[in-house]
Each structure stands twice: as C-alpha cells, then as structure tokens.
C-alpha cells in the first residue's frame, strides 16, 4: 500500500499561483499513475488532472488544461500540481491518488483510483 499526503494549498486572488504537492511513503512512487482530483462545496468530486508512472504522458480536464501543470519525481516519491491562473471556480479541496493497476490508457475515473489523500484546500477569491 502506499499512502499520500497533500500539501501547499491556501488562499490565493485570482490570477495567482500555487503548487501542490504529493508526498508518498509505503511504496514507491513510481509504481503508480497518480492524478488529482478536486471537489468543491455541494459538487461531485472531479478529475483534474493524470500522469502516467514514467512522466512520458499526462492528461488534463478541459477546465484546467493550459493553466495546470502535473509532474512527478520519483526519486523523491513526489507528484506536483502546479496551478496558474487561478480562478474562482478552482476553489475546491484538491485530493492526489494513485492507480496501480497497468492499463493501456491513463484513467479519469475515481473508481480506478485505490489510494488517495486527506486533501488540500485551495481558496481562489475574486
């Protein structure tokens, strides 16, 4: 099992930045595609975004995709998020998770997802 600790959120003004991160002990990082997800108040938890196990390919929800960026250090067991940006409707709690199972392609699905964080808020105001 591996367990991930989201950290690096806070409150921004929009049009800020931040960046997450994801700390990951238990098993090696590498042995995971790791995503983010987020939800915000009365809203379903959603995909943000996806890496796969090497950092070769990511996958992006068409809501961040050129504001966001997902990376991974495996030799420091650490997945990143860096957000640009920032718009009010970012304001969720941000959560990473890890996929372990190898699959042809990279998955949006929480339900493929086994191991996640206590999460991270992120505060953007207007």
């Known amino acids: 099992q591996v367990q991930l600790v989201e950290s690096g959120g806070g409150l921004v003004q929009a049009g800020g930045s931040l960046k997450l991160s994801c700390a990951a002990s238990?098993?090696?990082?590498?042995?995971?595609?790791m995503g983010w997800f987020r939800q915000a108040p009365g809203k379903e938890r959603e995909f943000v975004a996806a890496?796969?196990?090497?950092?070769?390919?990511?996958l992006y929800a068409d809501s961040v995709n050129g504001r966001f960026t997902i990376s991974r250090d495996n030799a420091k067991n650490t997945v990143y998020l860096q957000m640009n940006s920032l718009k009010p409707d970012d304001t969720a709690v941000y959560y990473c998770?890890?996929?372990?199972?190898?699959?042809?392609?990279?998955?949006?699905?929480?339900?493929?997802?086994?191991?996640w964080g206590q999460g991270t808020q992120v505060t953007v105001s207007s």
């Open positions: 998770a890890a996929d372990g199972v190898f699959r042809l392609k990279i998955q949006i699905g929480i339900p493929f997802y086994d191991y």
């Open positions: 238990g098993r090696t990082l590498s042995t995971y595609v």
């Open positions: 890496i796969r196990r090497s950092g070769s390919s990511t």
